[in-house]
């Protein structure tokens, strides 16, 4: 499946312990998700932005925001009590790159826990920009939400883009997402951070256009690709969502050309264990508890 690249140690030790990017690792390894970043720069048409952002997650939950410290506060106490957490990662409640307070979860992580691997997602539109400060902060895996690799289907699935202090609408939009998007996913290729695309299916919108996308990601020499059926809401409420067998189908197609991530759980953006063994709720329950 795709393009096979040789890995050095480093990077074959944040596929081999990365619970979304590695099966084997996804029984034995946990990923805690920091939900540090509310705010977001562009407007989904499958959003509702009082819920977590669908970048990795589920939409429908809202997680609670946390402060940088008391985020890297917790951070420490999780990983006394459960030493199988490998991955740190920040996943919204809104777009990572649109918070500084992300940069600055990021840098105190650094300081204070360097060891776990450090994980994020995005929409992309920030990411060429952010990358330096990702580099610098050890961000090793990367996840971006790519939806169309072609500006007239973009336009159907994104209602505006914030860039540089105006909105742009339409085809503007979507062509300004995806030049960034594909900039920032090359740059984070070339700079050896294992990047991970995440798709949202979305039938009579991209249903016939996501082999395209899983072809050019795979050419570009991303490390795996995760298709996510839409859930409908907002714009799309009127969208029939893709039985698992029609996601099945899709996944098959698009594997000859970039390794198909097939074991997602649709995390909240505050999600804390292994996949699909959550225990978020009894820590941030007994955070409250101490307050
Ligand atoms: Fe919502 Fe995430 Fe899209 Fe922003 S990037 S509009 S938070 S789904
Ligand atoms: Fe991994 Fe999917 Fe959860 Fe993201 S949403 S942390 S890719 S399992």
């Not at 990572?96 to 994020?120: G, S, V």
């Not at 971006?144 to 202090?165: M, Q």
């Not at 029939?240 to 996944?251: G, I, V």
């Not at 804390?272 to 508890?289: N, W």
Request: proline share 7%.
């Amino acid at each position: 499946e795709g393009k096979e690249i040789p890995y050095d140690p480093e990077q074959l030790r944040k596929i081999n312990e990365h619970p979304c990017y590695s099966k084997e690792a996804c029984h034995k390894s946990g990923r805690m998700h920091l939900p540090v970043a509310p705010k977001c720069n562009i407007q989904c048409n499958y959003c509702v932005r009082d819920f977590d952002c669908v970048n990795e997650s589920r939409p429908g939950v809202c997680s609670e925001v946390l402060k940088p410290e008391e985020a890297v506060k917790l951070v420490g106490e999780v990983l006394d009590k459960y030493p199988y957490i490998k991955v740190i990662g920040i996943a919204g409640p809104g777009d990572p790159l649109a918070n500084e307070e992300t940069f600055e979860t990021l840098r105190l992580l650094k300081e204070e826990y360097p060891t776990p691997i450090k994980c994020l997602s995005t929409n992309g539109l920030l990411l060429p920009e952010s990358l330096d400060r990702l580099i610098e902060y050890d961000v090793g895996n990367i996840t971006v939400t790519l939806n169309a690799v072609d500006p007239a289907i973009g336009e159907k699935i994104y209602s505006f883009v914030e860039w540089e202090g105006k909105k742009l609408h339409g085809r503007e939009a979507a062509e300004k997402l995806l030049s960034q998007q594909l900039k920032g996913i090359e740059m984070a290729v070339a700079n050896k951070i294992l990047v991970k695309i995440n798709t949202v299916f979305i039938p009579g919108v991209n249903d016939h256009h996501i082999v395209d996308i899983a072809k050019k990601v795979g050419e570009m020499g991303v490390f795996t690709f995760n298709l996510i059926p839409v859930i409908p809401q907002y714009k799309f409420s009127d969208v029939t969502p893709p039985t698992p067998k029609e996601k099945r189908e899709m996944q098959d197609k698009c594997s000859p050309f970039v390794r198909q991530m097939r074991h997602c759980q649709r995390c909240r953006s505050d999600a804390i264990g292994k996949l699909g063994e959550d225990i978020q709720d009894c820590i941030y329950q007994s955070r409250h508890a101490e307050e």
